[in-house]
């Protein structure tokens, strides 16, 4: 068995050992919901600025604790949560330019505070818009299944497409491996993926809401993807860390559910009624 194949084995088997936690603490809800995304904000901040740091120091472990805080917001404030959200963000912006200001080094304090209010919004904005998403009134853990299917099938039927058809380069100063047959592939396989939960799950989903968000999934998931890249090729990394064995680290498995997420959000939140008549 090549190295690929093993790889894939693993990954695989992480997948099918981890996924019935993450789908328990989602159908749970409420607070379950809040620590587990709380966690997964968390981990991403402290891989992004290992990434980007080497190592964590005091005014990187308050980046971190500011990105676990952001998820558990629309549990502890359902309706002020992305208001309180904005003191965060601007708290921490704050306290990084001060701490930088009063600590230096001054030639490094503009690029090192922006990574760490990077680190923040980077970490916590998709497991945030999930906390959101699954406060929704009945059709709450529908959403949040909805954001990961166009995000995880999106990757799988990918990941085929493009080892059994892929021919042209997606990108390949970012990530070499990518082609465009996996591209239209996994926005293929988004869509369909929608259209199943709509067939045997979740009924009040639209043609409409299964064709956008399919569509949609099938862009940003993989913007999210190969902008994880670029910040790896950036720093010279292979994986964001080693957390989830045949994965690497927890970023390099939601990298396109970052984006994926808040789009998800801003469709329910805003623009369904007035496309769909939702």
């Known amino acids: 068995m090549n190295d690929k194949n093993r790889n894939l084995l693993v990954r695989i ?22 620590a ?32 676990g805080l952001l998820p558990l917001l629309p549990a502890l404030a359902p309706r002020d949560a992305f208001a309180l959200g904005f003191f965060v963000v601007g708290g921490t912006l704050i306290v990084t330019w001060t701490w ?8 490094e304090a503009p690029e090192r505070s922006a990574h760490g209010l990077t680190a923040v919004v980077y970490g916590s904005l998709g497991p945030m818009c999930i906390a959101a998403l ?34 042209h380069k997606l990108y390949v100063e970012v990530s070499p491996n990518k082609t465009w047959e996996g591209f ?3 926005m293929v396989g988004s869509i369909g993926g929608m259209f ?19 569509l949609a999934g099938g862009v940003f998931g993989p913007i999210g993807d190969l902008t994880e890249s ?20 927890l970023l ?15 469709w329910v939140a805003f623009l369904r009624a007035h496309v769909s008549g939702g």
């Open 196 to 214: 199943v939960l709509r067939a045997f799950f979740f009924r009040w989903l639209t043609v409409t809401d299964c064709v956008c968000l399919g």
């Open 134 to 167: 699954r406060l929704i009134p009945e059709q709450g853990l529908g959403w949040v299944i909805a954001a990961l299917t166009i995000t995880w099938v999106n990757d799988t039927t990918a990941y085929f497409a493009g080892r059994f058809l892929g021919r």
């Open 252 to 266: 390099d498995r939601i990298d396109a559910l970052v984006f994926n997420a808040p789009m998800v959000f801003v």
């Open 184 to 186: 239209f592939g996994g």
């Open 36 to 67: 587990l995304v709380a966690a997964a904000a968390a981990v991403c901040a402290s891989e992004y600025l290992l990434i980007v740091w080497k190592r964590l120091g005091a005014i990187a472990w308050g980046c971190i604790a500011a990105a």
């Open 100 to 107: 930088h200001l009063l600590r230096g080094p001054l030639a």
């Open 13 to 34: 088997a992480t997948a099918v050992l981890l996924l019935p936690g993450v789908i328990f603490l989602l159908w749970r809800g409420g607070w379950w919901t809040a």
């Open 230 to 249: 670029m910040l790896k090729r950036a720093y010279k990394v292979k994986d964001s860390g080693k957390i989830i064995p045949g994965h690497g680290g």
